[in-house]
């Protein structure tokens, strides 16, 4: 849920001191002394909390409300301008002009770069129909040519590698091996670094000036302080970075790191990781990543995760069960394995205007109650999932909660939920054949399990 802990304290600092019909100085200086303190409790960089506060108070003062706005509103919407503009308006493609297009991916070790560089590859093979060539340059760090192949394998992405061979050496021989092959894009896993090494530093130098990349991305862990600053620009300085990558940003992360990149180096957020899973990556957009940090969701990406993971056949099956009144145990299995493929809940609830009050400890048990849910379920036969009265016989209960190696008690819950779940679907029915519009909080796969 990134930035969630900073979405939860801004919201908090601007709404509960502005009430009245303007912005005065009095209510003004109030929220934006806090914001201050959210921002830097956020590890957002003390020079950029500066420029930010200066251009909100600057912009705040003596405004009026704008018609059907609240004066938090007001304020949120200034806030939410000011992180957009420091962030970068809009987002910034990957260059593809090369043939093949090169990318060239550089970084500290434990920056996940290696899982990275895959994990950009699968997204823009499918987004822009590439045909991706990942090339193992690390031959430094013990099995880090086997993680890379491992991942290429996953993923269906060939491999280029040469063993120890000199790293710069495997570059050129990578590109002129992606010419005769037809791969299009090429992208080169080198080392990462424990820290700026001057000999490691001018192999990147030499893989840039023999092989010319079109983009030169930097992934940078998003759990790490300040110092990520620093390191930007040493790095900037030697190769003249295209971009930035966030890495990990899947946790309960204050935020500030992407804030501070962008606005202290100049240069460009083009990727965010938000997981482990090889989908979780995505193109970075400005305006959504402001929408987050301020706790207003991002519907736009998560329509996209609907349309890129939801199987529609499945979906079109579920709901014709529904609509004709015979949603089942598997129908609530089939929409949580649906869930599952677009992530974690947090991400998911992350980008739901309004998910960011929900309670950390409320989403990772609603994870944990799908994880058992499924367990119990898969562990029923087809026809006691599409037939749940059966599911009344001790015997049948029995078997389930030993193969399952659940509790009783996780059964029952299991059970209580689907029959809840089964009467909202039932009544959403009912009213949306008598031509009403259904009202009714929490049902399906999420609700369904107490979500």
């Known amino acids: ?74 304020l949120i919407k200034i806030v939410h301008e000011e992180i957009i503009d420091i962030l970068g308006k809009n987002k910034i493609d990957i260059n593809f002009h090369g043939n093949p297009s090169i990318v060239m991916m550089v970084g500290l070790q434990g920056s996940g770069k290696t899982t990275t560089t895959g994990k950009i590859a699968n997204l823009v093979a499918k987004k822009y129909s590439k045909k991706p060539l990942l090339v193992a340059c690390d031959i430094y760090r013990p099995a880090a040519i086997e993680q890379l192949k491992v991942i290429g394998n996953k993923l269906n992405i060939p491999v280029f590698e040469k063993g120890t061979q000199d790293p710069v050496k495997t570059t050129v021989e990578a590109v002129e091996y992606a010419k005769k092959n037809n791969h299009d894009l090429v992208l080169f896993d080198t080392a990462g670094r424990l820290h700026i090494d001057e000999k490691l530093m001018n192999e990147l130098k030499q893989i840039q000036i023999k092989t010319k990349p079109q983009e ?17 620009k040493s790095f900037n300085d030697l190769l003249k970075l ?46 959504r990543m402001a929408d987050r940090l301020l706790g207003l969701g991002d519907v736009k990406t998560l329509v996209e995760k609907v349309q890129e993971n939801v199987d529609e056949r499945t979906f079109k099956d579920t709901m014709q069960r529904m609509m004709s009144g015979q949603f089942d145990l ?51 036969t087809m026809r006691e999932r599409r037939e749940p009265r059966l599911l009344k016989h001790l015997s ?25 779940t089964k009467k909202q679907v039932d009544l959403m029915v009912k009213n949306l054949r008598q031509g009403r519009m259904p009202n009714i909080p929490g049902m399906g796969g999420l609700g369904g399990l107490g979500f």
Do not use: C, W
Not at 259 to 287: A, Q, V
């Open 242 to 287: 295209s971009g930035v990558v966030v890495t990990k940003l899947d946790g309960d992360e204050r935020g500030g790191v992407v804030l501070s990149i962008r606005h202290l180096t100049g240069l460009p957020i083009k990727f965010i990781g938000t997981g482990e899973n090889t989908k979780d990556i995505e193109f970075f957009y400005p305006d």
């Open 330 to 380: 598997q129908d609530l299995l089939n929409q949580m394995r649906q869930i599952g493929k677009m992530g974690k809940l947090g991400g998911i609830a992350k980008m739901i205007p309004g998910a960011p009050k929900i309670d950390s400890s409320k989403i990772v048990d609603g994870e944990k109650k799908l994880r058992i849910a499924e367990i119990l379920i898969t562990s029923m």
């Open 1 to 74: 849920m990134f930035g969630n802990f900073l979405a939860k304290r801004l919201n908090k600092s601007i709404t509960k001191n502005l009430n009245k019909s303007t912005l005065n100085d009095n209510s003004i200086d109030k929220a934006i002394d806090e914001i201050r303190l959210v921002l830097l409790e956020s590890d957002v960089n003390n020079e950029v909390v500066k420029d930010l506060i200066k251009n909100i108070r600057k912009k705040a003062e003596g405004q009026f409300i704008l018609k059907g706005l609240k004066p938090s509103e007001m």
């Open 216 to 232: 030169i991305l930097l992934v940078v862990d998003g759990m790490t302080g300040q110092d990520i600053i620093n390191v930007t």
């Open 396 to 420: 049948r209960k029995e078997r389930i909660i030993k193969g399952s190696g659940r509790t009783l008690k996780e059964y029952n819950e299991l059970i209580n939920q689907f029959e809840k």
